[in-house]
């Protein structure tokens, strides 16, 4: 993207309200998905936004760049499909109710944005773009699977695999072709909940009362100067395999001591030593907490989804939590 692209965007059109930034970021979201590449035409996204040549102002001066723009759009599908995420975890019922508060939420989310992109799309960009994307896919996912797995559980969901499962929820959401608020879209995407939830229901017994009856567990860093207790049962024990944990210990992915539980803030409590955790905070490969005495990693709270990612080799005892893959 040129500055005479910039330069035509903003004066070579005209209307009587300029485009906002988040009407751009989803029309060429759009302009995305349908093409199945990255390359970036403001005349196109303009058109896509209803704003043509010559009848339309747009507001291209917040992106410096084509990839800042493109980064925007999976930065804005990510947070649509994060706000559902939480939707559904605050939600009351089983975990047949929280996916179908998920997949209600999400729907509409699409529905007003015109598209939620793949983050599976991405051969075409630069590395670091790449690996925000592979990120992306990873915090969603293993969020879902959080949700699938208190299904699997509690008895409403079927014994399937997570991956699969995922697979299939996130193929079904993140389709290119979208009608946006056309009634005949709402009717196709009512009747896609019905068919994604008789997919994944498959109701049996609930799995037996002392795996979910754990109440609390304590942990500690390595030099116990960071103290925490979390409130179980306890979810998906995720075993990261993304770039900052591979780094950090050195091998393929982090194995079992790069493992991880998530719990909700209101479940979690600093019990000591919060002021010794120190975070490292990376623009491309997300967050990590640590004591800044002994260097082990210690919970990081995440306050806008209000979730809290603790490590699980830190807490004493079984927490009988099941992997992503329900091994």
């Known amino acids: 993207m040129s500055a005479q692209d910039l330069e035509s965007l903003t004066t070579g059109l005209t209307s009587s309200r300029p485009l906002r930034r988040d009407e751009i970021v989803d029309a060429a979201a759009r302009v995305v998905a349908r093409r199945a590449d990255h390359s970036m035409r403001w005349a196109a996204i303009a058109e896509e936004a209803g704003?043509?040549?010559?009848?339309?102002?747009?507001?291209?001066?917040?992106?410096?760049?084509?990839?800042?723009?493109i980064d925007a759009c999976y930065a804005r599908s990510a947070q649509a499909l994060a706000d559902s995420l939480l939707h559904a975890e605050t939600a009351p019922g089983t975990g047949l109710d929280k996916l179908a508060a998920f997949l209600v939420t999400a729907l509409e989310l699409r529905r007003e944005r015109g598209t939620l992109l793949s983050f599976r799309r991405g051969r075409d960009l630069p590395l670091a773009l790449q690996r925000r994307l592979h990120e992306r896919d990873q915090m969603v996912r293993t969020r879902l699977k959080r949700l699938l797995s208190k299904g699997r559980r509690d008895g409403s969901l079927a014994l399937r695999n997570l991956d699969s499962s995922c697979e299939l929820i996130l193929a079904a959401l993140q389709a290119p072709d979208v009608a946006s608020h056309d009634p005949e879209q709402r009717m196709w995407d009512s009747e896609l909940v019905e068919?994604?939830?008789?997919?994944m229901a498959e109701p049996h017994p609930a799995e037996p009362l002392v795996?979910?009856?754990?109440?609390?567990?304590?942990?500690?860093?390595?030099?116990?100067?960071?103290?925490?207790?979390?409130?179980g049962p306890f979810d998906v024990m995720a075993h990261c395999r993304c770039s900052i944990c591979r780094q950090q210990q050195g091998a393929p992915h982090a194995g079992f001591k790069g493992a991880f539980v998530t719990v909700s803030l209101a479940a979690f409590r600093w019990t000591g030593g919060e002021d010794a955790v120190s975070t490292f905070r990376s623009p491309t490969h997300g967050a990590r907490a640590f004591c800044k005495h002994c260097g082990s990693l210690t919970p990081l709270v995440e306050s806008d989804t209000g979730l809290v990612i603790?490590?699980?080799?830190?807490?004493e005892g079984h927490l009988a939590a099941p992997s992503p893959r329900g091994e």
């Open 211 to 231: 795996r979910k009856t754990i109440t609390r567990a304590h942990g500690a860093c390595l030099c116990s100067a960071v103290t925490y207790e979390a409130e």
């Open 195 to 199: 068919l994604l939830l008789a997919a």
């Open 310 to 315: 603790c490590p699980a080799s830190s807490f």
């Open 51 to 69: 704003k043509g040549p010559g009848s339309a102002e747009a507001a291209a001066s917040g992106f410096e760049d084509a990839g800042e723009l």
